[in-house]
């Protein structure tokens, strides 16, 4: 076996991830659908009751990033809750967790390609088998750079993620020196959207859990970090914590711009904001592709990690993906195999569809991370136990409300 356990055999992978590198791939992952596509669904389920949604969701999102973090902490392993799951709980909640997270994140993997597509073509395209095409080749292409090695994926993320951060700060700042911000159009009925109800809020915050979920990358990518202990946990907290605020941020501005029904019929609902200035428009477009791949490329390394601890575990069924490649350090069959899952779920579905089957099978991942983290004592507990069973209720609640979505 070579230095770092990579070679022919190995079962280790390389610790070459600090603090910045884990923090970048978490916000990378966030800071994709999050931001260009879920809002739209989202207000077209809660109306101008968008931003209860957003707590809500945010709140669930910080519950399940207490439980990984402190999972994270006493078992810095690849696989995220799929390994938590099975040291805590056993074999079975930890194939389910695994599952979860995989049949999840395939279906996430064909959303940020539809996503990219869809802004990369011109509007005429929409809907065209090009956008299909267009998402297949891209999905492609993140599949090779991943299969490159975890340092270059986090060197190209980090550069999509400032010029996207850049684009979404001007477009936010040419709403405020144009003065289109006034939350007093949600107080026009036809601007309001869709009436209240519990169902829509409850829907709207599945929604956009979708887009906060991607700090689960950091986890599962948990034997690459250096002094993963210390570093998973506060890299989950930090990442969640920039999100949380960039989204507080383009919600009230999308809402109070906008109006609620708008955003809710709107499919580039931040390129909107900005229709008039075209320079702007064109940047906002931009932006949304690279976020978009940088989400996908933080996606696809966290998922081929855990499809790669579940056949290491399981070789008996599993064990070709249990492969090192002995170059890069990536477990590429699982890399290429999960990718073409998600060609798959291009070529048979759609957005909606991909982001409602990602939150409802993501949701049941971390599910089982809070039951697991309900399990520790001593030492490795870090959160009161009311967090666990409360972050197990609502992820229980807004995965029933989902699967509706599913089929209307």
């Known amino acids: 076996m070579k230095e770092g356990g990579v070679g022919p055999g190995a079962t280790g992978l390389r610790r070459v991830l600090g603090l910045p590198g884990a923090v970048i791939v978490g916000v990378g992952s966030m800071v994709g659908a999050g931001a260009f596509a879920a809002f739209g669904p989202a207000a077209a389920a809660a109306g101008s009751w968008l931003l209860l949604g957003l707590a809500i969701a945010v709140c669930v999102a910080f519950l399940n990033a207490t439980s990984t ?30 599952w979860g997270f995989v049949l999840g994140k395939i279906a996430s993997t064909a959303a940020m390609a539809l996503v990219a597509a869809t802004y990369l073509l011109p509007a005429s395209l929409s809907g065209s088998v090009w956008v299909t095409l267009v998402a297949l080749l891209l999905l492609g292409l993140v599949t090779a750079v991943n299969a490159l090695g975890v340092n270059r994926t986090v060197q190209v993320t980090a550069v999509l993620l400032t010029v996207v951060l850049i684009v979404l700060a001007v477009v936010v700042g040419t709403v405020f020196a144009r003065e289109e911000f006034n939350l007093g159009v949600l107080a026009s009925p036809a601007a309001a959207g869709p009436p209240f109800t519990l169902i829509g809020v409850l829907q709207s915050a599945g929604i956009l859990f979708f887009a906060f979920a991607g700090y689960a990358r950091i986890a599962t990518l948990g034997e690459e970090v250096r002094d993963p202990a210390r570093t998973i946990p506060r890299a989950i907290v930090v990442a969640l914590g920039v999100t949380v605020v960039l989204y507080a941020v383009l919600g009230l501005v999308l809402l109070g711009s906008l109006g609620a029904q708008v955003l809710a019929d709107s499919e580039a609902p931040v390129a909107r904001l900005v229709a008039e200035v075209p320079v702007v428009s064109l940047l906002a477009r931009i932006a949304a592709v690279l976020a978009a791949l940088g989400a996908l490329l933080g996606l696809t390394a966290g998922l081929s990690r855990t499809a790669f601890a579940m056949a290491r575990d399981h070789t008996r069924w599993f064990g070709p993906l249990a492969h090192i490649h002995e170059r890069s350090g990536v477990p590429l069959r699982a890399q290429v195999l999960t990718s ?22 993501v949701l049941v991942y971390y599910f089982i991370a809070n039951a697991a983290a309900l399990t520790q004592t ?17 992820c229980a609640l807004l995965a029933l409300v989902m699967i509706p979505v599913w089929f209307f």
């Open 69 to 98: 973090a402190q999972l994270a902490a006493q078992h810095p392993v690849s696989g995220g809750v799929y390994a938590y799951g099975t040291a805590q709980l056993g074999p079975v909640p930890g194939l389910v967790a695994g």
């Open 340 to 361: 073409i899952g998600g060609a798959l779920l291009i070529v048979i579905g759609d957005l909606t569809l991909a982001i409602a089957v990602s939150s409802v099978f």
């Open 378 to 394: 001593g030492e490795h507990r870090r959160y009161p136990r009311w967090m666990q069973i409360g972050g197990m209720v609502l």
